[in-house]
Each structure stands twice: as structure tokens, then as C-alpha cells.
């Protein structure tokens, strides 16, 4: 079956401008997960779905980082006003269940931001 | 706060050789723990994981990794080494929340 899809894979954007990157999980997964990865190091946790309600989003840097994932299955994560600091590779994953944390994370193939 | 370490950032072996990709971690009570693998322009595929129950893990593609809690250590290992194992490999906890805590990674180079 379809794996976790990302899209776009690759966006460039100017400073100050807003994005919006979707993650498509896979069907049936409850659980959606956002990393962002900067070069040289591992994924970073910024929030995760069950369902439609967001359950934790202690890992969003700051206020100019948002998720939303409206009927439980397609999430978009955005970024108001980018900076250059923001640049770096975006990371989703689902998983099966709800509050299982023995469940495999599934990861999509990343969307590559580059801030100029 | 719960943290992963990867020793070695590069590891270079020859192919046959022995792979060993270390991994501790920090955490007040036994985690779950995993080795993800990323192929370049690929998403992290998860290679094992450790939850409970027998503390030597066998995965895919003749990985394993041993769960030694009083070192808290999760060795990743491969008897012979193949030229396409070559790729960065993510050693992961899982405290009592779901999100995943990564090392930094080590890419695994592997010379012929």
C-alpha cells in the first residue's frame, strides 16, 4: 500500500513569506506526527495528531508555527513570516494507533525548505 | 529530559567487515528504543526496535541490536557489512509519550 506522502518535496522561499507543507499519512493511520530535521542532526518533535485533535505541541518553536489536520487524515503544517533559520528538512509520520507507544512511526520522505 | 547519544558521526567499514554503530541514551525509566535507517532521498525506514520482553532485537536486512539497561546501551551491529548498507542510521527513544527522541546520526560508509 501508499506509504506517507509529503508534499512538495523541495520549496524555496524568500524571507518573510508563509508556507504550507501537507503530509498525507497512511490510510487508517490515527496518529500524525511533524519533525523538522536541520542538517547534521536528527529529527526534532514539534507536534503530533490523534485524529483531528492536536495533542501535543510543546516541540513548535514559536508562535509563527502552526498544524492543523481538520477531518483526521491530511495534515498541513505552516510557517508565517520565514526566516532563514527556518530552513531545513520537514519530517511527518503516521502511526496505527492512539496512545499506543510501542507503535511504529512511519516516515514520510521529508519536504526540503529553503529559506533565502 | 530524556537524550540519545551516537558515538561517531562517520563510521567507515570494509564490506564483510563487522558494523557497530553505538547508541546511549539517558532516561529514568527503560524507553523504547529504535534504529531508523535513511537512504539518501528517502524517508527514515524503521530497521528494529526494542519494547519488551528479549533484550537482543533482530530486524531487518541482518541488523540486530542488544538492550543492555545497565549500560544503558542499544548497540546497532551486522556481522558482514554490504555496500548497501551505506546510508545514515538514527538511533531513537520513546519515553512515556509518543514522540521520538533522535541522535544526531551516524553515516555508515561502507568501502569495497
Known amino acids: 500500500g501508499a506509504g506517507v506522502s509529503q508534499s512538495p518535496r523541495y520549496k524555496v522561499t524568500k524571507r518573510g513569506q508563509d508556507v504550507a507543507l501537507r503530509c498525507d499519512p497512511i490510510s487508517g493511520h490515527v496518529s500524525l506526527y511533524w519533525y523538522r530535521q536541520a542538517l547534521g542532526q536528527g529529527p526534532e518533535f514539534l507536534t503530533y495528531f490523534n485524529y483531528e485533535a492536536q495533542q501535543d505541541k510543546s516541540g513548535l518553536p514559536n508562535d509563527r508555527f502552526s498544524a492543523e489536520r481538520p477531518e483526521g487524515s491530511i495534515s498541513t503544517l505552516t510557517i508565517q513570516r520565514t526566516e532563514q533559520r527556518d530552513s531545513a528538512m520537514y519530517r511527518c509520520?503516521?502511526?496505527?494507533?492512539?496512545?499506543?507507544?510501542?507503535?511504529?512511526?512511519?516516515f514520510g520522505p521529508g519536504t526540503r525548505l529553503t529559506v533565502l | 529530559a530524556q537524550s540519545v547519544t551516537q558515538l561517531g558521526s562517520h563510521v567507515s567499514v570494509s564490506e564483510g567487515a563487522l558494523v557497530l554503530l553505538r547508541c546511549n541514551y539517558s532516561s529514568s525509566v527503560p524507553p523504547y528504543l529504535f534504529w531508523y535507517v535513511q537512504y539518501p532521498n528517502q524517508g527514515l525506514q524503521l530497521l528494529l526496535k526494542y519494547t519488551t520482553g528479549a533484550t537482543l532485537v533482530k530486524g531487518i536486512n541482518g541488523f540486530e541490536a542488544e538492550f543492555k539497561k545497565s549500560e544503558t546501551s542499544f548497540h546497532l551491529t551486522k556481522p558482514s557489512a554490504h555496500m548497501s548498507d551505506a546510508a545514515e542510521y538514527f538511533c531513537a527513544v520513546k519515553p512515556s509519550t509518543n514522540k521520538l527522541i533522535f541522535g544526531t546520526g551516524t553515516l555508515l560508509a561502507v568501502q569495497p
Open positions: 509520520a503516521s502511526s496505527l494507533s492512539a496512545g499506543s507507544s510501542t507503535d511504529t512511526q512511519y
